[in-house]
Structures are given as C-alpha cells and as structure tokens.
C-alpha cells in the first residue's frame, strides 16, 4: 500500500511552522533556523509519519516544538522598537504587527506556546491538548487566560505611552 | 500606541493575532520548499525502484509457474541436493532405505547347513559304496 507523503504540500506548512517558530522566538533568523531544522528533521523522519496519529502540520509543530524547547527557547526574543510617530495605514499596520509581537514576548514562555500554536500555527483546541497532552478544556481555559494576560500586557503598554508624553512636557 | 488608543474599545485580539501572524521571507520559503520537494523525488525514486523491482519478479514468477518450472525448478534442486549429500556421505553410511524388487533379487544367501561328523565305529559300508559306484554325471 502507498504511504500518504506528509510533506507533499509544504509551502503551507513551512508558513505555518514558521508563524509558530516566530511567535515563540520572534520574527527573524531565529525563526528561520528552527524552521528549517524542523524540515530536515522532518525528511529524515519522513517515512515514520503516521497519519492516524494526526495531521501532518501537528506532527511538524511537535518537531518544532522540541526545537524550541531544546535550545533556541533561550535565546532571546526579536523585538523592534515601535514608535508612535505619525503614521500612515502601511505603517499603522507595520506598528499594530510589532506592537502585537512585543506584547506576546511579554508573555510567559507557557502562554507564548498557547498562543503561537492557536494563532500562529493555527492548530484547534482539540490539535494543541493533543499535542501537548492535556485535555481540551483546559487548553481552552489556558488559552482563554493567556489572551487576558497579553490583553492586560496592551492596556499597560498603552497607559505607558499615555504618560511618556505627559510626563516630557 | 497610537494604534491601541485608536482602537481600545471593541478590540478583536485573536483577529489582530490571526492578521499579524508572522509570515516567513519569500524567498525562504522557496528555498526550503525547493529542498522539501528535492528530497521528496529522491526517496519517491528509491520505492518506485523497488516496486519495479519486486512486480518484475513477480511476473517472472508467475510465467515460470504457468508452464510448471516452478516444480521443475524444485525437483532439480532437490536432485542435486541428493547428488551433493551421495559425494559428501562416506560409502559406509550409505543404507539403501526403499524396498524394491531388486532387494529381493539379490537377498543374502541362506546359510548351507553343515553336516554332522559322523561317529566312530559305524562300519564302513558307505564309504565301499561311494567309492565302487562311478560318479553321477547326470
């Protein structure tokens, strides 16, 4: 019987790995790196896929995941500076990425994974407990507390940037 | 943080985080999908290599066993392993172990029976006898 190739497609997959990588470690090389790494672990294994076990992407994000944790998880996390000067609607977008991308660096490294599997590699629920070995629930109910924590991480960063000008004049 | 003071009230964060989600570099991602699907062709060539191989031998098999060279192929290997086993075997060991009418063409003699030495003192009668008649020519 022919095997299913997980990697028949994989510019997708390469995208979503690296939204994973890069909401983890941060936009850049870093990001690249991992990705790249999870591929070439990923042909090596090529052939010890199982597609009963889940989906190809999952597979793929739980090489990556050990990557991560195995070593770039330390590295520090690629922020730009974001300045509030005037803007124009490429730049307001520019700034709403990076603002948003500070703001996950924020968060703890457990909330950080929550958020680069549901919205970076755009796993459901029922994908991330798989994944990590909980239960549906209290991937949602984590999930659901991580998203108020960086909502929290926002609102302090606005009330920061309401007080340096303030504070300057 | 303009853009959060703008757009505060009736904030969608899973949506920004959907739309902001990082996107890798173009020409990243044609590299490395480039090498995914490089080594995809290589490994694809490899199994086509051995299915060829395998429903090759399959036919050969199936057209050696429509006209019965399987069994021939058998029985000739089986007769050669006999002819190897009679070289290797010392002579002595070998024992015929079927019956067949051969066996029992050249069966052992019976044994002659040995004639009792007559005693002593019998008179000597049969010896004159034996020695005045001339001998039976048949």
């Known amino acids: ?169 | 943080m303009r853009y959060w003071r703008k757009r505060h009230e009736g904030l969608d964060l899973e949506a920004e985080l959907r739309a902001g989600r990082p996107e890798p570099a173009p020409d990243f991602v044609h590299r490395l999908e480039a090498r995914v699907r490089n080594d995809g062709r290589r490994s694809r060539a490899g199994s086509l290599r051995i299915a060829f191989v395998g429903a090759l031998t399959a036919v050969m098999l199936l057209a050696l066993a429509s006209v019965g060279g399987v069994g021939y192929a058998s029985s000739s290997a089986k007769d050669a392993a006999v002819s190897v086993k009679r070289v290797v075997t010392p002579k002595d060991v070998i024992k015929v172990l079927k019956r067949g009418p051969a066996i029992d063409q050249y069966k052992k003699p019976k044994a002659k029976k040995v004639k009792k030495a007559k005693k002593k003192g019998q008179g000597t009668r049969g010896r004159v006898r034996a020695r005045t008649r001339p001998p039976f020519t048949g």
């Open chain 1, 1 to 169: 019987m022919l095997r299913r190739d997980p990697l028949a497609d994989p510019a997708p997959l390469i995208k979503r790995v690296y939204a994973y990588a890069a909401y983890r470690l941060g936009d850049g090389p870093d990001a690249e790196d991992v990705t790249s790494e999870t591929f070439e672990r990923a042909l090596r294994y090529r052939n010890s896929f199982d597609p009963k076990k889940g989906e190809p992407v999952a597979w793929l994000l739980g090489i990556a995941k050990r990557c991560v944790d195995g070593g770039w998880s330390k590295t520090e996390y690629a922020t730009e500076d974001v300045d509030s000067a005037d803007t124009t609607d490429l730049e307001e977008e520019t700034i709403r990425r990076l603002t948003v991308s500070r703001a996950v660096s924020a968060l703890d490294e457990r909330d950080r994974e929550l958020i680069a599997l549901r919205y970076g590699a755009d796993l459901t629920a029922r994908q991330i407990a798989e994944l990590l070995g909980a239960r549906t629930n209290a991937i949602e109910v984590a999930l659901h507390r991580a998203l108020g924590r960086l909502r929290g991480i926002l609102g302090a960063d606005e009330a920061e940037a309401v007080r340096k000008p303030s504070a300057s004049e």
